[in-house]
């Protein structure tokens, strides 16, 4: 089946496109001696999963325990589930993995840490955890290495853990590239005080996860880290494009939709809104807009209801014909796919398969 027999909205990715993101951040990641553990949430798809495992990858990460079963499902270990895990049922579901595969949680509080221990004792594993520190983001992670030297400590003596190091999250870095350096040498400065303090107090710090999108290909000027967990690069998105974390030419997904009317002067709507695209707006670049279409980038996708999405056609004189079909990038890949129940995938045109998006709703 070629691209344009899909119905549509349908998202497909191209194939070769996406291989050679998995490739090129494996090998960048390879050459500089950094351990790469990919952020699941982009996809949901345990196949695609594993060809970042083949790729060189040390294990994947995941945010919720029901991504890491179904990951573990389908035959992958060493998850790290990066985010705290709270309430009973989901302890215990956490320590039931960890009866069969390597698994760490990254926690920021010791209500976190002696729920695991108490569910690692009862299941009789052991649970690894990273402790996240705050480099600036403000979402989650402690406030000072103080705090999280003592907490490491905290954790060491508790039953059933292991502390193997710190994680962070460096989601507050939304500059250009050449542009990071300043805030990475401070996020550098502190993982070396962070991890002076712990050694001070007896304490290894194995592992340093950290790494985004934005900023994978400057990871190496991050010392001391020892694996980066970007997600987004596997696709790309239109906030990457923004940022220069990559080109157009690099976005491997992209949402196939079908212009169903154009009754409205200068305007055209097409097949797909915020329940096929979701509605998060373009958070770099300039920020305006919901998608870019590949066809007519000079067509500007302003708005969207539920089902519909509002392109307007000025300044182009081209007026698209109900019917036609058209593919767009959209703004924030990971919440676009998390809309759909399967995914196609194609090389040069020619529909190959569909991965069913196995992680999809798995918020608990
Ligand atoms: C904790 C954590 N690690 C890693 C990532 C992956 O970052 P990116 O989307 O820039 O690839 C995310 C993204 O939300 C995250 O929340």
New binding site residues.
Partial sequence: MRIEELDTPAVVVDWDVMQDNIRSLADYCRKHGIGLRP?T??HKIPAIAKMQVQAGSKGI?V?KVGEAEVMAAAGLDDILI?YPVLGLSKLDRLAKLARERKITVGVDSMEAAEGISEAAKRAACRISILIEFDMGMHRCGLQSPEALVNMARRVEELPGLQFAGIMF?P?HIWDLPPDQFPMLLEVSQKIGEICEKLRQHGLDCEVVSG????TAYNSHLVRRLTEI?????VFYDMNEVGVQACRLSQCALKVLVTVISNAVAGKAMIDGGSKTFSGDRLISGDKTGFGYVTEHPEIKFVSMSEEHGHLELSPSSYKPRVGERLSIIPNHV?ACVNMHDQIYYHRKGIIEGMWTVEGRGKVR
């Fill in positions: 952020h949430k982009t990460t945010a990066a999250y989601g790494g985004s999108t934005p967990r970007a997600g987004t690069y990971c």
